[in-house]
Each structure stands twice: as C-alpha cells, then as structure tokens.
C-alpha cells in the first residue's frame, strides 16, 4: 500500500506561483496531478514517469506548470506559476503501478487527501 501526502496549496493573487510537493510512503512507477473545482469532474494535470525524464501536461497549464520529481523518486512536485482564477481547485497527487502515464483518474492505483489552491483576481 502506498500512501500520498500533498503540501504546498494555499491563497495566492493572479499571476503568482505555488510549489506543491508530494511524497510517496513507498515505491511508485508513473505519478500525477489532478485537480477538481467544486461541481466539476476531476481533471488530469500534468503526469511524469519513474525516472523523471518524460512529462505530460493538459493543454491548460501547458507552459505555465512543471511537474518533476525528487532524486529519491518518492517525492513528486509540481511549480504552479501565472497562476489564473480559473485554476483554483483541490489538487490531488496520484500514482499508478505502470509504466504508462494515463490521463484518465480511474487508471491511477493512489491518491492523496488533497490540497487547496485559490487564485484570486
């Protein structure tokens, strides 16, 4: 059992940057970012392979987030910067036991609590 605890969230204003760190309790192959606003669906962020050197972004935050992940490969992170309104949600690590990335939810094996990020305007 692997367990995921997320940090980092909070209140910024339009156009700042965040840093949300992840850290896995155990081994994990391809790790995640989803996020999920009040009344909407969960939504894929970004993912990054085991060792670190392949990512994915959602068309959204594409150029403005980076994922990577920590030389012990148990942490995970995720630089938020020109932060907008509309990417206020909770934030949710997760990892699957694959090889393959997959921006669908219901693919990754563990999720964390999440964390909260208001953007505000």
């Known amino acids: 059992q692997v367990q995921l605890v997320e940090s980092g969230g909070g209140l910024v204003q339009v156009g700042g940057s965040l840093r949300l760190s992840c850290a896995a309790s155990g081994r994990t192959f391809t790790m995640g970012w989803f996020r999920q606003d009040s009344g909407k669906e969960r939504e894929f962020v970004a993912a990054i392979n085991w060792s670190g050197d392949a990512t994915y972004y959602a068309d959204s935050v594409k150029g403005r987030f980076t994922i990577s992940r920590g030389n012990a490969k148990n942490t995970m992170f995720l630089q938020m910067n020109s932060l907008k309104p509309e990417d206020t949600a909770v934030y949710y690590c997760?990892?699957?036991?694959?090889?393959?990335?997959?921006?669908?939810?219901?693919?990754?094996?563990?999720w964390g609590q999440g964390t909260q990020v208001t953007v505000s305007s």
């Open positions: 997760a990892a699957r036991v694959s090889r393959y990335y997959s921006t669908n939810s219901q693919d990754y094996d563990y």
